[in-house]
């Protein structure tokens, strides 16, 4: 996986038929630390470091919400489904517990 | 031959043994002091599933239909198990899945992800890589509009070494 | 004295001995001195020992998503990125889609007299940088390099594997079917016992795979390392379990193992990228 924090990719099938239900993947690079990990060197404990609420929009609508835990592993992979009844953006936003907000947006087009 | 380098069997098996014994005693000193020690400073408030389930969704009952899951039966990896929730519960206007709950019984929360759905989506799928303390059942939850709860569990092993390497 | 110092040097040695044991003992050469196993199990066989072992779960987890699939596509924009003191970058000789490469990854790894030996997809990658690009080249098992590979394999989906072991390949293909005959390592084990003689065996909670289906799905999604790897990090990772020294990326022997296990492949479709416990 890429390095560093919020990287982020999106993919759905490359033709997309009007109304069809299509599964959307989307992956970001986080830790997910637990806080139960401790750094090998310092034998200090990690802070626990998590993404802790996923949106997915829709358009205008907020379509999922999604509330996610430490037992996530960490680069969250996640797949769910859409029914592209409309030319819309899709935007996916996560948050993690520092504050941190990260999003992307793909354009959805049905033919 | 020296007289100095002479070494007798009995001499030679002491030393093995001690050399033994030595590295034995002080592996074996090391697991148990390890987890106590660790166990003390480390373990965190532990939730049981059932109290979990309990504050979560009370005495509604939960009906073992309508939901399917996917998991690894056997994961090399505790940190990454995939898990996918499938329902086939319909998705229209009126008559949706609400809500998707993952909970992975032995971890010290067992409560792992929800996802909250709507007829937007078209099916109530839901797929992603969970953490596993260890060897334990997972659970999915799935709660319709109406107000009724599915469930399924599956056991996953989570095993270490074997010959993925 | 002497008898003190003696008596330390055993000790050290009873000690020591089980790290000491681990010994690297292989050699190039023919195969005709090989015993070789009988085949345990067909790989028919082993799909079903499978399903009743693990059941359907990881084509099932496969088909709702393989993390692979998004390095495939940063492996699509890094074969468009101009880079290196020429200018150029992969799409300028072999097009834009990769329709010049489509077909070529099924016949690797192949001989190439260039550089006397087998030639593997990541090898030819870092020649091509090197040598047409003016590029550095990327490091072994980097995800540059792994999403790389992947996309140019990806351009020969479907098709069946045909790699040639005629003419001047034979030899490199005996050397890794003697490499893969080789016992090594503490436990002294060589390939075969597992994958050719107690294939669809258990060992714990494993089940052995026959390895005719080894060579068609690298790189891979792997659960147990969370990641994307390449074959020959799955050679080092059973090289480790051996408790032999593993060899490093790209090095002779790995490549002519990959052609030997590749070989056995032969006539499946490739299929890339696999997803695999």
Redesign the interface.
């Known amino acids: 996986m890429p390095k560093g924090i919020g990287k982020i990719k999106i993919r759905v099938p490359r033709k997309i038929k009007k109304g069809a239900v299509i599964p959307v993947k989307a992956l970001i690079t986080h830790p997910m630390e637990t806080g139960f990990r401790k750094d090998k060197k310092t034998k200090k404990r990690i802070p626990a470091y998590y993404i802790n609420d996923v949106n997915v929009y829709y358009g205008n609508d907020l379509i999922t919400h999604m509330e996610w835990t430490i037992a996530v592993s960490a680069n969250p992979f996640m797949t769910f489904y859409l029914k592209a009844d409309k030319a819309a953006p899709l935007k996916i936003v996560w948050k993690d517990i520092k504050g941190g907000e990260y999003e992307k947006t793909i354009q959805i087009n049905p033919q | 031959m020296k007289e100095g380098s002479k070494i007798s069997r009995r001499e030679f098996m002491m030393m093995a043994g001690l050399a033994c014994t030595a590295v034995l005693s002080a592996s074996s000193l090391g697991s148990v002091l390890k987890p106590s020690i660790a166990e003390a400073a480390e373990k965190p408030d532990v939730e049981h599933i059932n109290d979990v389930l309990k504050n979560m969704f009370g005495s509604r009952k939960i009906e073992m239909a309508h939901v399917k899951l996917k998991t690894p039966i056997i994961a090399e990896n505790g940190a990454v198990v995939p898990v996918t929730v499938i329902s086939d519960l319909p998705m229209e206007k009126d008559n949706y899945v609400k809500k998707i709950y993952i909970f992975v019984d032995e971890n010290y929360h067992p409560f792992t992800a929800s996802a909250e759905l709507s007829p937007a989506n078209g099916k109530a799928t839901l797929a992603l890589r969970i953490k596993m303390r260890k060897t334990s059942n997972v659970r999915a939850v799935v709660e319709t509009s109406t107000g009724k709860l599915y469930s399924a569990i599956k056991a996953v092993k989570v095993t270490i070494g074997g010959c993925g390497g | ?3 003190n110092l ?2 330390i040097a ?2 050290l040695a ?2 020591l001995s089980p790290l000491m044991a681990v010994h690297d003992v292989w050699a190039g050469g023919d195969s005709a001195s090989i015993q070789e196993y009988e085949q345990g199990c067909t790989y028919e066989e082993y799909e079903k020992t499978y399903l009743e ?3 359907n ?2 084509n ?2 496969a088909e ?2 393989n ?1 692979a ?2 390095m495939l ?2 492996g699509k924009d890094l074969y468009n990125t101009v880079d290196g003191s020429k200018g150029k970058s992969c799409a300028s000789c072999h097009g834009e889609n990769g329709e010049k490469l489509v077909g070529v990854a099924v016949k690797y790894p192949k001989y190439d007299p260039a550089i006397k030996g087998i030639n593997t997809v990541a090898l030819q990658i870092n020649r091509c940088r090197e040598n047409q690009m003016g590029a550095k080249p990327l490091k072994y098992e980097s ?1 540059d390099q792994l999403a790389l590979t992947l996309y140019v394999k990806s351009l020969s989906n479907g098709m069946k594997i045909n790699v040639s072991i005629d003419g001047p390949a034979r030899k490199f293909y005996e050397k890794g079917k003697k490499f893969y005959y080789t016992r090594m390592g503490q436990w002294n084990f060589n390939c075969a016992i ?1 994958h050719v003689k107690y294939s669809c065996k258990r ?4 089940l ?1 795979s026959p390895n005719r289906r080894h060579g068609d799905h690298w790189p891979s999604y ?6 994307t790897g390449s074959m020959q990090r ?1 050679f ?6 051996m408790r032999a020294k593993p060899l490093p990326y790209q090095s002779e022997e790995y490549r002519n193992l990959e052609l030997y296990l590749t070989y056995q492949s032969n006539g499946l479709p490739l299929e890339v990228p696999g997803m695999r ?1």
Not at chain 3, 222 to 227: A, E, I, P, Q, V
Not at chain 3, 236 to 241: D, E, F, H, S, V
């Open positions: 004295m002497y008898k003696f008596k055993v000790c009873v000690i072992f693990y059941g779960s990881t099932e987890m709702e998503g993390p699939e998004l596509d940063d995800y597992c060992v714990r909670t494993n052995l792997r659960l147990k390392w969370g990641k799955r080092r990772g059973c090289m480790k379990n416990m």
